[in-house]
């Protein structure tokens, strides 16, 4: 089973941020946050992860709470490309090994950006 | 960053028969991942191919249904055998970045008729 908490659908008007919420309150010391996202008809998208401090990409903004028992997604400036369907999963780092590299996929947030 | 091209990218079949759907890196990766995704549904890894071993399978996965194969270190395949509609979906290659996280081929879109 995913780790990971997130609200089902979201929607943003074209030009906000988004701020996308993910509850992961049994996350391991040495988990990862990681944000994917998927394009209708495409594969998954690497957005970007972080272990406790914040991080920040061309794409987007990841805020870890002090405790890691939540994190959020910002995408600064919502186009209507952004419109997908984001993960947040925890795990190990690449590399790592043992049976905590595999990727558990929930069912994510659907965010809408709208014109 | 990796470049992942899978073949094909959709195919429609015929019930009872197998597809071989392959994956190929354009750089060499340990690990290669294969992922199922129904249809409305999230990603289920179906199992993690390793070059020079056999490749393991999750819960629910069997390796009759899902053989898979792992010449090298670039290339993987993933066959779906004996095939019935309900393994209509999107089938998705993936690798591990080193920093980064994963990288993920397009997919194929399988319909079994």
């Known amino acids: 089973d995913a780790k990971t908490t997130q609200p089902t659908s979201m929607d943003c008007a074209e030009g906000r941020a988004a701020n996308l919420p993910c509850n992961h309150s049994?996350?391991?010391?040495?988990?990862?946050v990681y944000w994917y996202r998927q394009i209708h008809s495409q594969g998954p998208q690497y957005i970007i992860h972080?272990?406790?401090n914040n991080e920040t990409n061309e794409m987007a903004s990841l805020i870890i709470t002090e405790d890691r028992k939540s994190s959020t997604l910002i995408l600064p400036h919502a186009t209507l490309r952004d419109t997908a369907v984001y993960y947040c999963?925890?795990?190990?780092?690449?590399?790592?090994?043992?049976?905590?590299?595999?990727?558990?996929f929930g069912k994510g947030t659907l965010l809408t950006v709208n014109p | 960053s990796a470049v992942i091209s899978q073949k094909p990218s959709r195919d429609i079949c015929q019930r009872g028969t197998s597809l071989t759907i392959q994956c190929q890196v354009d750089?060499?990766?340990?690990?290669m991942f294969w992922y199922r995704q129904q249809p409305g549904q999230s990603l289920t890894l179906i199992a993690t191919?390793?070059?020079?071993?056999?490749?393991?399978?999750e819960s629910g996965f069997v390796i009759d249904k899902f053989p898979i194969s792992r010449p090298n270190l670039t290339f993987s395949t993933l066959t779906v055998s004996n095939m019935s509609p309900e393994d209509s979906s999107i089938y998705l290659c993936?690798?591990?970045?080193?920093?980064?996280?994963?990288?993920f081929g397009q997919g194929t879109r399988l319909t079994v008729v």
């Open positions: 993936s690798v591990d970045g080193t920093v980064s996280g994963a990288f």
């Open positions: 049994t996350i391991s010391g040495n988990e990862y």
């Open positions: 972080g272990l406790k």
């Open positions: 999963i925890v795990r190990a780092q690449a590399g790592s090994g043992g049976s905590n590299y595999k990727l558990t």
């Open positions: 750089s060499q990766v340990t690990m």
């Open positions: 191919a390793n070059q020079g071993s056999e490749a393991t399978y």
